[in-house]
């Protein structure tokens, strides 16, 4: 089973900067695409940041411009750099991986790590 662990969460002022990270526990094949979710109190889950086997990258409007998901395999990392932060970017978020093997889909998620930013 794989597990996901997020880390690099924090209290930042508005402004500032924080990058998460997300370790997979070992090497994950047929990766469809990695992708980080947000979830504020009260507030649906909302799909932040995503990037493909192909590394092709796609960016909620809310973030565009200032976050930028990206991946190392060698280290089964995938980060998520955010800058400009905003205090209505305080959320719980959430990694997650969307497989592909054999037809069938697999989704993994991390447990998430806390983002808090101040005004």
């Known amino acids: 089973q794989v597990q996901l662990v997020e880390s690099g969460g924090g209290l930042v002022q508005a402004g500032g900067s924080l990058k998460l990270s997300c370790e997979a526990s070992?090497?994950?094949?047929?990766?469809?695409?990695t992708a980080w979710y947000r979830q504020a109190p009260g507030n649906q889950r909302e799909l932040v940041a995503s990037i493909t086997g192909a590394d092709t990258t796609n960016y909620a409007d809310s973030v565009k411009g200032r976050f930028t998901i990206s991946r190392d395999n060698a280290k089964n990392t995938a980060y998520l750099q955010m800058d400009s932060l905003k205090p209505e970017d305080t959320a719980v978020y959430l990694c997650n991986v969307h497989r592909i093997y054999f037809g069938k889909n697999y989704y993994y998620w991390g447990q998430g790590t806390q983002v808090t930013v101040s005004s």
């Open positions: 070992r090497f994950i094949f047929s990766i469809n695409a």
